[in-house]
């Protein structure tokens, strides 16, 4: 075809006419259908055959709050949104504080200020240092001004800052939370450290006659400033059987942490043993979260006999996880321990003095004969014993760790195992600490 053809039925294409088409005068009939089967049904537990690998639970809302009322010296506080029943205020970061000032005298009056305050008291060997207070965010709530007299109810609201700049090292910090251990029967031998914030009402009057000072009087009321925070990812909820499931199917999801407990020059025919202990690899906690941990020692047999059953004869390390299993009054079992140790270091008077305390005690399970490998890439002619099982915080935990220039408070997971009997004779006693963080909140997906 020429160009000129090709010009030409381009042209007739696109001007041709549109196509019309008729619509039949009846409609076709339904296609057939069978009737579907039935949906399964659905459970929130798992069946027989399934394994849940991980839930995250939601909590109820809140109760809804009133108003809290304290009163000192003619003066009457009241602060909104607040438990009603409280021992004192709670307020979070970057919390908003609003209520009423009520005064029974309003005469003679020259100010009314509203004020928070933040201090921290450390005590070392029974000497007391409380600096100046490290936040004090202030309002004049009233003023003299020759023409007025002060209203006997005045309106407040303060808003308490995320951050406070650090006398010491004039950093820019995150508020430390209102922390006194020894209000939950803590005992840390010769050091205390604690933290806490207030509320000041201050009513200053005009002199009367010949006083040489303006009267004032004031209403303090404690406060409890609980920052709220959680982490970024959540933690298996049931993890268990630890080695024969989520270790192989997530590895992703958990932490290694290695230590070895050496044998002693007074047992040359024993050897180390290795000890792994797993723990959630996020590493960040709520303060009630059951954390779940599987811990393994391996060795060969005689080294774990050696520890677990002192005086028993030579063994599998399947009979070997039976006879430590078996309730005997007769032996010296070696004590295993996972728990949460709490480390609180204050910077006082050209001191450094740090103590720590436990905030959580795990409970260990040994896994049963078969249901875990024998060991996870263990050397050869090595056995393994395996333990699971959960560590949390004591209830009586409020606060999480934080750090100021004079106090840091840190939390660290650890793992301890003791000898008895006769292995203490050919074992060092070992114990290991991993860092973690806890945290106020436990994980919650956006929604």
């Known amino acids: 075809m020429s160009a000129t053809a090709c010009a030409t039925a381009s042209t007739s294409a696109t001007t041709a006419a549109p196509l019309t088409m008729s619509l039949p005068d009846f409609l076709l009939p339904p296609p057939l259908y069978s009737v579907s089967a039935a949906a399964p049904q659905y459970s929130t537990e798992p069946g027989p055959s399934e394994q849940r690998l991980a839930i995250t639970s939601r909590k109820p809302g809140r109760p809804s709050l009133g108003t809290l009322r304290r009163s000192h010296s003619g003066i009457v506080i009241a602060l909104l949104n607040q438990d009603e029943t409280a021992d004192a205020p709670t307020y979070g970061r970057g919390g908003y504080i609003a209520g009423d000032v009520e005064l029974a005298s309003n005469q003679n009056i020259l100010s009314v200020t509203a004020t928070i305050e933040g201090r921290l008291e450390l005590t070392v060997a029974e000497l007391t240092e409380s600096e100046a207070p490290f936040l004090s965010v202030s309002q004049t709530l009233w003023k003299a001004d020759g023409t007025s007299t002060c209203p006997s109810v005045l309106p407040f609201e303060l808003l308490l800052p995320e951050t406070f700049q650090d006398r010491v090292d004039e950093r820019t910090r995150p508020l430390p939370p209102s922390y006194d251990p020894h209000s939950d029967g803590i005992n840390m031998k010769s050091l205390s450290a604690r933290v806490e914030y207030r509320i000041v009402i201050r009513v200053t009057k005009a002199k009367l006659g010949k006083m040489l000072w303006k009267p004032s009087k004031s209403l303090t009321v404690r406060m409890n400033y ?115 140790r709490r480390q609180v270091v204050v910077n006082a008077r050209g001191q450094r003095v740090a103590r720590s305390y436990i905030i959580g005690e795990g409970v260990l399970r040994e896994v049963p004969p078969g249901a875990a490998p024998v060991n996870v890439a263990a050397e050869e002619g090595c056995e393994a014993v395996d333990y699971e099982g959960e560590v949390r915080c004591a209830p009586e935990v409020t606060v999480g760790g934080f750090s100021t220039a004079r106090l840091t408070v840190s939390d660290f997971l650890m793992f301890s195992i003791v000898p008895a009997g006769a292995s203490v004779d050919s074992f060092a006693e070992l114990s290991k600490a991993h860092p973690i963080r806890i945290v106020t909140e436990s994980y919650r997906a956006a929604t």
């Not at 070895?260 to 025919?269: F, L, N, Y």
């Not at 979260?289 to 391996?298: A, K």
């Not at 677990?308 to 070997?320: C, K, Q």
């Open 226 to 340: 609980a920052p709220r925070s959680r982490p970024h990812q959540p933690i298996l909820a049931s993890p268990f059987p630890f080695l024969a499931g989520t270790l192989k199917s997530l590895p992703e999801e958990w932490m290694q942490i290695c230590a070895i407990m050496s044998a002693t020059e007074r047992a040359p025919h024993l050897t180390d043993i290795d000890c792994h202990l797993f723990i959630p690899a996020v590493q960040i906690y709520g303060k009630t979260d059951s954390i779940p941990f599987s811990l393994q020692l391996r060795a060969p047999a005689a080294s774990l006999q050696a520890l677990l059953r002192p005086a028993a004869p030579s063994m599998s390390a399947l009979a070997l996880r039976r006879m430590h299993t078996a309730s005997s009054a007769d032996r010296a079992e070696p004590t295993l321990r996972v728990f949460i």
